[in-house]
T-cell receptor, first 119, second 114 residues
C-alpha cells in the first residue's frame, strides 16, 4: 500500500552537527511538503516543492536549513549547523497537483516523521 | 494571515457518546479543509477532505461539515470508542501567499474512556 516514508525515524545529535532527513514521496505524487511540529508552535510549513521545483521555503531559517529534491523519488531536508531549538518532529507529506493554480492542490499524505533531538 | 483555532484543546468522554470537535479559521478564502488524526508518537492520518464548494463529507462514523462564510468546520464522531482516542487536527489550504500548503490548528486531544 502506497505511503510516504521518512528516514531516519529518530535522530539524536550534538549542537553544531549536520543533520540530513530524507523522504520518499508516494510514487506519482508531484508535490512534497516539509513540516515541523513542536509543542509550542504546533505544525508549521518549512518548504514545499511542485514537480521538484521549490515553490516556497519562507518558513525555513535560510542560514542553516536547506531543502532539495534530487529526483522525483527523494526529498531531503538538511540542517547545518544544528541547534537545540531545532529539536522537533519533522514531517514530510506528498500530494498530487494536476494544474498550475491553487485549486489544483489536493489531499496531502503524511510520513511517520523524524524525531530530532539536538543536545 | 490565516489562523486556525481548535476548541476545546482537550476532551474526555465516556465510550458510546456522540461528540463534536470544532475548528475555526480567520480567512474564508480557502481551497479546502482537511481533518487529520494523530496518535502519540506517530504521523498524521487524513480522515476527511472537504473542498470549498462542499458542505460536508462522511466516512463511517465520522462526519465533517464546512461553513466557509462563517469560517467554521465541525467533526462529528458518532458512538465514540476507546480506539478513537487521539489528537484531531484540522488544516486549511489557502489561496494567497503559500498556495497549496496546509495551515494547521493546534489540535483537540480526545480521550474516550471505556
Amino acid at each position: 500500500d502506497a505511503r510516504v516514508t521518512q528516514t531516519p525515524r529518530d535522530k539524536v545529535t550534538e549542537m553544531g552537527q549536520e543533520v540530513t532527513m530524507r523522504c520518499q514521496p508516494i510514487l506519482g505524487h508531484n508535490t512534497v511538503f516539509w513540516y515541523r511540529q513542536t509543542m509550542m508552535q504546533g505544525l508549521e510549513l518549512l518548504a514545499y516543492f511542485r514537480n521538484r521545483a521549490p515553490l516556497d521555503d519562507s518558513g525555513m531559517p535560510k542560514d542553516r536549513f536547506s531543502a532539495e529534491m534530487p529526483d522525483a523519488t527523494l526529498a531531503t531536508l538538511k540542517i547545518q549547523p544544528s541547534e537545540p531549538r531545532d529539536s522537533a518532529v519533522y514531517f514530510c507529506a506528498s500530494g498530487l497537483s494536476l494544474g498550475t493554480t491553487y485549486y489544483s492542490y489536493n489531499e496531502q499524505f503524511f510520513g511517520p516523521g523524524t524525531r530530532l533531538t539536538v543536545l | 494571515k490565516q489562523e486556525v483555532t481548535q476548541i476545546p484543546a482537550a476532551l474526555s468522554v465516556p465510550e458510546g457518546e456522540n461528540l463534536v470537535l470544532n475548528c475555526s479559521f480567520t480567512d474564508s478564502a480557502i481551497y479546502n479543509l482537511q481533518w487529520f488524526r494523530q496518535d502519540p508518537g506517530k504521523g498524521l492520518t487524513s480522515l476527511l477532505l472537504i473542498q470549498s464548494s462542499q458542505r460536508e463529507q462522511t466516512s463511517g462514523r465520522l462526519n465533517a461539515s464546512l461553513d466557509k462564510s462563517s469560517g467554521r468546520s465541525t467533526l462529528y464522531i458518532a458512538a465514540s470508542q476507546p480506539g478513537d482516542s487521539a489528537t484531531y487536527l484540522c488544516a486549511v489550504t489557502g489561496y494567497g501567499g503559500s498556495q497549496g500548503n496546509l495551515i494547521f490548528g493546534k489540535g483537540t486531544k480526545l480521550s474516550v474512556k471505556p
